[in-house]
Protein backbone atom coordinates (compact mmCIF):
# COMPACT_ATOMS: atom_id res chain seq x y z
CA UNK A 1 0.00 0.00 0.00
CA UNK A 2 1.19 3.16 -0.87
CA UNK A 3 2.31 5.67 1.84
CA UNK A 4 -1.08 8.42 0.16
CA UNK A 5 -3.13 5.64 0.46
CA UNK A 6 -2.56 4.70 4.22
CA UNK A 7 -2.23 7.83 5.26
CA UNK A 8 -6.16 7.83 3.86
CA UNK A 9 -7.19 5.16 5.52
CA UNK A 10 -5.58 6.26 8.64
CA UNK A 11 -7.43 10.28 8.40
CA UNK A 12 -9.97 10.47 11.28
CA UNK A 13 -13.05 11.70 9.97
CA UNK A 14 -16.11 13.14 12.45
CA UNK A 15 -19.69 13.86 12.47
CA UNK A 16 -22.72 14.99 14.13
CA UNK A 17 -25.17 12.79 15.83
CA UNK A 18 -28.77 13.81 17.36
CA UNK A 19 -30.16 12.82 20.76
CA UNK A 20 -31.03 9.11 19.48
CA UNK A 21 -27.13 8.79 17.97
CA UNK A 22 -28.22 8.85 14.39
CA UNK A 23 -26.44 11.28 12.22
CA UNK A 24 -27.34 14.98 13.02
CA UNK A 25 -30.92 15.35 10.97
CA UNK A 26 -29.65 18.87 9.56
CA UNK A 27 -25.67 19.10 10.31
CA UNK A 28 -25.43 15.94 8.52
CA UNK A 29 -21.50 16.10 6.76
CA UNK A 30 -18.31 14.83 7.93
CA UNK A 31 -15.52 16.91 9.48
CA UNK A 32 -12.17 17.06 9.33
CA UNK A 33 -11.41 17.36 13.17
CA UNK A 34 -13.44 17.67 16.34
CA UNK A 35 -13.02 21.22 16.42
CA UNK A 36 -14.43 22.44 12.71
CA UNK A 37 -17.21 19.82 13.81
CA UNK A 38 -18.36 21.24 17.16
CA UNK A 39 -17.35 24.84 16.17
CA UNK A 40 -20.34 24.14 13.33
CA UNK A 41 -22.44 22.19 16.16
CA UNK A 42 -21.97 25.19 18.36
CA UNK A 43 -22.76 27.93 15.49
CA UNK A 44 -25.71 26.03 14.34
CA UNK A 45 -27.36 25.81 18.14
CA UNK A 46 -26.49 29.56 19.10
CA UNK A 47 -28.14 30.99 15.37
CA UNK A 48 -31.36 29.07 16.38
CA UNK A 49 -31.73 31.05 19.21
CA UNK A 50 -30.53 29.58 22.06
CA UNK A 51 -27.82 30.68 24.41
CA UNK A 52 -24.60 29.27 25.41
CA UNK A 53 -25.20 28.38 28.53
CA UNK A 54 -27.37 25.65 27.58
CA UNK A 55 -26.59 22.29 26.96
CA UNK A 56 -26.33 21.01 23.25
CA UNK A 57 -28.32 18.05 22.19
CA UNK A 58 -25.73 17.42 19.68
CA UNK A 59 -23.01 14.57 19.97
CA UNK A 60 -19.67 14.02 18.21
CA UNK A 61 -18.33 10.70 16.22
CA UNK A 62 -14.96 9.79 15.16
CA UNK A 63 -14.55 7.11 12.30
CA UNK A 64 -12.20 4.25 13.36
CA UNK A 65 -10.06 2.18 11.16
CA UNK A 66 -12.70 -0.63 10.56
CA UNK A 67 -15.21 2.16 8.89
CA UNK A 68 -17.43 2.00 11.81
CA UNK A 69 -18.18 5.17 14.00
CA UNK A 70 -17.35 5.63 18.28
CA UNK A 71 -19.15 8.62 20.17
CA UNK A 72 -16.25 11.23 21.31
CA UNK A 73 -18.67 13.47 23.35
CA UNK A 74 -22.29 12.37 23.55
CA UNK A 75 -25.34 14.67 23.26
CA UNK A 76 -25.59 17.43 26.13
CA UNK A 77 -21.57 16.71 27.36
CA UNK A 78 -19.36 19.28 27.66
CA UNK A 79 -15.96 19.55 28.30
CA UNK A 80 -15.94 15.83 29.36
CA UNK A 81 -18.85 15.97 31.73
CA UNK A 82 -22.35 15.37 31.05
CA UNK A 83 -24.34 18.68 31.50
CA UNK A 84 -27.88 17.44 31.36
CA UNK A 85 -29.46 19.91 33.66
CA UNK A 86 -28.38 23.40 34.63
CA UNK A 87 -25.66 24.36 37.23
CA UNK A 88 -26.29 25.22 40.79
CA UNK A 89 -24.36 26.36 43.12
CA UNK A 90 -23.44 23.45 45.77
CA UNK A 91 -24.72 24.27 49.48
CA UNK A 92 -22.88 23.86 52.33
CA UNK A 93 -24.55 22.15 55.19
CA UNK A 94 -23.87 23.78 58.49
CA UNK A 95 -23.27 21.64 61.31
CA UNK A 96 -24.69 22.80 64.58
CA UNK A 97 -22.45 23.33 67.80
Request: aromatic share 10%; net charge negative; hydrophobic share 30%.
Amino acid sequence: MSAGLLNLHSQRLYRLTSLNGDPHPVLDDVYDSFDSAWSDASSWWLNHGHTEQEPIPIGVEVSTRSGSWRTLQYPCQQEGRAVLFPQQAIRNKRHRA
